[in-house]
């Protein structure tokens, strides 16, 4: 379940950014028909820290970015807002890089030569606010049967990202200081 349209299919924003709060218990079944509610036995009243989201990271597909449609795109908008009300650090993984740009299918090396990826970088900041350097194009693993290391670098350096901002984000959570003898 994603972020497909509301018409029964996709999670509701609300659950998202409840989710990004720490209010979602580990393996609740969303329902698209109704967000999570205080009353609901997967809600957590008060989240820990572990609880919460430390990076929000979205994933767009470069070669379909242009059929997304505006919905999807506002309700991507409105959970990165809300993390960043939050503080939450977020970063977008460009995928099907391969499938966009010939050049990159040819040769994945090419992809931070390629001026159309680079398109790809900006036209999708603009659309949900990342700024371009918090874009990290990849090339997905679909038709390889071996491991190819200039895929993996690229898979990798954003991993490294996620864990970056992650680590940053817990870095700077105010710790809560509970007197001696509570």
Do not use: W
């Not at 919460?52 to 470069?62: D, E, G």
């Not at 679909?142 to 990202?161: G, S």
Request: glycine share 4%; hydrophobic share 40%.
């Amino acid at each position: 379940m994603g972020l497909e349209e509301s018409s029964g299919k996709g999670v509701h924003k609300d659950d998202i950014i409840n989710a990004l709060k720490g209010h979602v218990k580990e393996g609740h079944k969303f329902n698209p028909m109704s967000p999570l509610s205080e009353e609901d036995p997967g809600y957590i009243k008060i989240p820990s820290s572990e609880d919460r989201v430390h990076c929000l990271v979205s994933v767009m597909p470069a070669d379909k970015m242009a059929f997304l449609r505006e919905s999807i795109i506002q309700k991507m908008r409105d959970i990165r807002l809300a993390a960043t009300d939050m503080g939450i650090p977020q970063m977008v993984i460009l995928t099907r890089v391969d499938e966009a740009c010939p050049s990159v299918r040819k040769d994945v090396k090419n992809i931070y030569l390629s001026k159309y990826i680079k398109e790809k970088m900006e036209q999708c900041s603009a659309k949900l606010g990342v700024p371009v350097n918090c874009i990290l194009p990849v090339k997905n693993y679909h038709e390889e049967i071996d491991l190819n290391e200039d895929m993996d670098v690229l898979l990798l350096r954003a991993l490294r990202q996620m864990v970056d901002f992650a680590d940053d984000f817990i870095k700077n959570i105010p710790l809560k200081i509970t007197p001696k003898g509570n």
